[in-house]
């Protein structure tokens, strides 16, 4: 009898333990893969797409932001109103916003932040988007004035960027390695070449995260990263870089491949000012040399979208100019002939990507079909950054552009092309001029044949956005409208 009052005693207490506590917790902790390392933390200092893929979003917010489906949605302004002329936007900023170290959020911060951005001595890698800023008031602690000196019908797309988040004058210059923003995640630890690390804001002044911690971890090695997915050490790889495994995470219930589309135009890009390539018949006999499909299927097992021209193939205002620059070798020998070119070989230094190194060995075997040679050095990412980006100090190397719309790259005459045309600077000029759709569109297909015309660079394809993740992972972004791994709305299902 005692032993029967003792068993329905602890029958009953299981059963009100069942009641109280869910039998299989969600997770809400998320380990995610990325291939390169950022070379800092800090977005407003620094060129490198992996530095976006963790703080854009998580760490660090602007004023406005991009969403999954890359339309601009308020950030840290609430709203904002803009003058008929289009030379004033008053930005309404969310209250009660703090940094991770406590300190307020406010309009003197956003002031700071975009004249740091603008400033003759400034480093941010995107200070273009900043150009057209005349002056910026702190109205009052939650009202940002910004006057133009011209209109822009780009500011508030510019103001999305991760180069334009807003940061603190008291953390600004410790963001590299300790970056303080005022977003749902917290930073914790950086241990360089491994991971990093972040926990939930639990002072968010947003929507709260469904995820406690996440950890950014780096894995350059196909091989590997397919090893760790597959030992599920790691959760979710948003850019997986051995997509020829792709049909064995399909076969497998444990993971869900995610493919979509990135911002990421995957181009040749050539030193215009580099003997003999500051000649066009040069620049064109490459293009020319180059057959796209064979390095979308070599490099990327077919995932990829060839273009014509630096544009996403996916934007409305997308005109295809691949027939332009088609793969053709006997133009592209007598082109070479024509410009007196004998025994040419040319430097190509490709950063780390699977698509850049893989591409690299096919296109160089292309060219050399033609009479072109190639001395290939495969650079590791701080060495591209040096060497190629800010010296200039190469020929040729493959490299995916990441950064949305940003065909306006063409119109700075010290970026890495070495590309100098007042021409189509006049192009971008009257572009920020428009507010008129259809006017815009002309403009914008006007300035893709522009480019394509002049071969700037070789043009071959739109990286494919392949990820793997775990199948009980919701909320990863499908497409990349911007570089970037956004956790705020990402979970676990029970």
Do not use: C
């Not at 029967?4 to 009100?16: E, H, Q």
């Amino acid at each position: 009898m005692r032993n029967s009052k003792l068993l329905v005693a602890i029958g009953a207490a299981l059963v009100l333990a069942s009641a109280l506590t869910p039998a299989f917790a969600a997770r809400t902790d998320i380990t995610v893969g990325m291939v390169l390392e950022p070379p800092n933390l800090d977005p407003t200092a620094g060129a490198a797409a992996a530095i976006d893929e963790v703080v854009y979003a998580n760490v660090f917010e602007g004023l406005t932001r991009f969403d999954s489906n890359g339309a601009i949605i308020p950030a840290l302004a609430k709203s904002w109103d803009i003058s008929a002329d289009g030379l004033t936007y008053i930005f309404n900023l969310n209250s009660g916003v703090t940094f991770h170290d406590g300190t307020t959020m406010d309009a003197e911060d956003v002031k700071f932040s975009l004249e740091r951005a603008m400033a003759e001595d400034s480093t941010n890698a995107q200070k273009a988007l900043f150009a057209d800023i005349a002056s910026v008031e702190a109205r009052d602690a939650d009202t940002v004035v910004v006057t133009l000196s011209r209109p822009n019908g780009s500011f508030l797309f510019n103001m999305a960027w991760g180069d334009a988040v807003i940061v603190a004058p008291e953390s600004a210059a410790d963001n590299a390695t300790n970056p303080i923003g005022t977003g749902p995640f917290t930073f914790v630890d950086w241990a360089q070449g491994d991971k990093v690390e972040l926990a939930r804001n639990e002072n968010y002044w947003g929507n709260p995260v469904a995820l406690d911690k996440v950890t950014f971890k780096f894995i350059s090695d196909p091989t590997a990263a397919f090893a760790a997915m597959m030992a599920e050490d790691v959760d979710a790889f948003p850019n997986f870089p051995a997509t020829e495994t792709l049909p064995q995470f399909e076969a497998d219930a444990r993971f869900k491949v995610i493919v979509g589309s990135t911002e990421g135009e995957t181009i040749l890009s050539t030193n215009n000012q580099s003997p003999p390539l500051d000649d066009v018949r040069v620049r064109q006999a490459i293009a020319h040399a180059i057959n796209r499909q064979a390095v979308i299927d070599g490099a990327m097992f077919g995932y990829g979208t060839p273009i014509g021209t630096h544009f996403n193939p996916t934007n409305p205002d997308y005109i295809d100019l691949t027939g332009q620059s088609d793969y053709d070798p006997d133009k592209s020998r007598a082109l070479l002939a024509e410009a007196g070119i004998t025994d040419l070989t040319l430097r190509l230094k490709p950063p780390p990507p699977t698509y850049a190194r893989r591409g690299g060995e096919i296109i160089a075997a292309q060219l050399r079909e033609v009479g072109i040679n190639t001395e290939i050095s495969n650079l590791e990412w701080a060495q591209w950054l040096e060497e190629v980006f800010r010296n200039k100090d190469y020929d040729l190397t493959i490299v995916s552009h990441t950064e949305p719309f940003d065909i306006g790259i063409y119109g700075r005459d010290d970026y890495y092309f070495n590309y100098d045309s007042p021409e189509f600077r006049e192009i971008m000029a009257e572009l920020n001029d428009t507010t008129d759709p259809a006017g815009r569109t002309a403009l914008l297909q006007k300035a893709q044949k522009f480019i394509a015309d002049e071969y700037v660079n070789g043009y071959i394809f739109q990286l494919a956005k392949t990820g793997v993740a775990n199948a009980k992972i919701n909320g990863l972004w499908e497409n990349s409208p911007t570089q970037a791994n956004d956790m705020t709305g990402v979970s676990w299902s029970d």
